[in-house]
């Protein structure tokens, strides 16, 4: 079987194509699969990782609003689709995937050109305009959000790396911790922003190191490559409270903490209930609300706070996470929760969706 997949710009677009892409490979190691990407994606870093081949088209980024930049657009977007038209025709593509972003508008025009089945995944309430777009010409529609107002869409979830999706968070508790430098029987909250961090929650985090160590909570902080803030050290004895600037074993970091204070986006939300492990949510201020739609699922069903991110105050986590984390009845209840709507097999159930269609050779 031949896939290409459009899903590159942002981490979550790219983290569901791989997880998908690794699913396909596991059923049959014969899979040809192909990314879409552009140069100024992360994709240029992670898909090689991966190991698997990446084909760059030119970006076309679309105005949000009515600017001159709007009447270069069509040329432009031209280029691209004939660019994905000839990587669809080299591979001899069998369907082509999209997961949204600036590659997925020219590969789902180019697929549609070029009569190759087209599925949509989407990993949002709200569909950005790409998938909106796609969903017009496929009838194979999969969602992450049983809600979701994409016409003939399957509820399948978010695809997650297997060592997400199969992370035994209580078996590998002790060895995770060591890992990190924490002590194997403290309360544990983890906290991270993203891969960029996140200045409001490293703000609020430091200057509530001293109400940690006094209520006997370690942290194990990812702080992000640019972050200027530092806890001042504590006293001797005290919980250690760790920061890293990046973290590349994410299942790890699930697996010593009993809580994690973040942002909200689509995969972490999905990852974070995958796993078990009680949030406390803090969505970004920007946007269209997205991320406060991500988390509510989670909330609503006890596995989780939200609080707003100008809400965020030491005097807030004091008040809120603290307690929690001092109560290891109420943290197994949330853990509980979330793991209910979690979904680990998401990455098994599209690749299963994506096989059906280039089997059955439906056309878009």
């Not at 709200?126 to 049983?146: C, K, Q």
């Not at 924490?182 to 609020?204: E, H, K, V």
């Amino acid at each position: 079987m031949r896939v290409v997949l459009a899903g590159g710009g942002t981490a979550g677009h790219i983290e569901p194509a791989l997880a998908l892409a690794d699913a396909l490979r596991r059923e049959d190691p014969s899979v040809e699969v192909t990314c879409l990407g552009t140069e100024r994606g992360l994709e240029t870093r992670l898909v090689p990782q991966r190991g698997y081949e990446l084909a760059l088209i030119p970006p076309v980024p679309l105005p949000r609003t009515l600017t001159p930049r709007l009447l270069t657009v069509p040329g432009r977007l031209r280029g691209a689709i004939n660019a994905a038209a000839a990587v669809l025709d080299r591979t001899r593509a069998e369907v082509l995937v999209g997961f949204g972003g600036y590659v997925a508008t020219p590969g789902y025009l180019a697929a549609r050109k070029r009569r190759v089945p087209i599925v949509v995944h989407e990993a949002n309430p709200r569909a950005g305009l790409a998938n909106r777009l796609g969903a017009r010409f496929t009838e194979h529609v999969a969602v992450s959000h049983p809600d979701s107002p994409l016409p003939k869409s399957t509820f399948v979830g978010i695809p997650l790396r297997r060592e997400i999706a199969s992370l035994d968070r209580l078996a590998m508790g002790d060895k995770a911790r060591s890992y990190f430098g924490l002590l194997p029987d403290l309360p544990t909250l983890l906290i991270f922003g993203g891969s960029q961090g996140a200045r409001s929650l490293n703000r609020a985090a430091v200057a509530t190191a001293p109400a940690f160590r006094a209520a006997g909570i370690q942290v194990l902080h990812i702080v992000g490559p640019k972050n200027t803030e530092e806890p001042e050290p504590g006293p001797p004895n005290a919980p250690q409270y760790v920061t890293l600037p990046y973290c590349d074993r994410m299942d790890l970091a699930y697996a010593a903490a009993d809580m994690a204070m973040c942002r909200a986006g689509a995969m972490t939300c999905a990852e974070l209930a995958a796993v078990g492990l009680p949030g406390v949510y803090v969505p970004l201020p920007h946007g269209n609300g997205e991320q406060r739609l991500n988390a509510e699922p989670v909330v609503a069903a006890g596995g989780g706070l939200l609080i707003d991110d100008a809400e965020l105050t030491p005097e807030w986590i004091q008040g809120n996470v603290l307690p929690v984390l001092a109560d290891p009845a109420r943290v197994a209840r949330m853990s509980e929760a979330a793991a209910g709507i979690g979904h680990r097999d998401a990455d098994v159930t599209l690749a299963r969706m994506v096989r059906d269609v280039a089997r059955g050779g439906a056309r878009a």
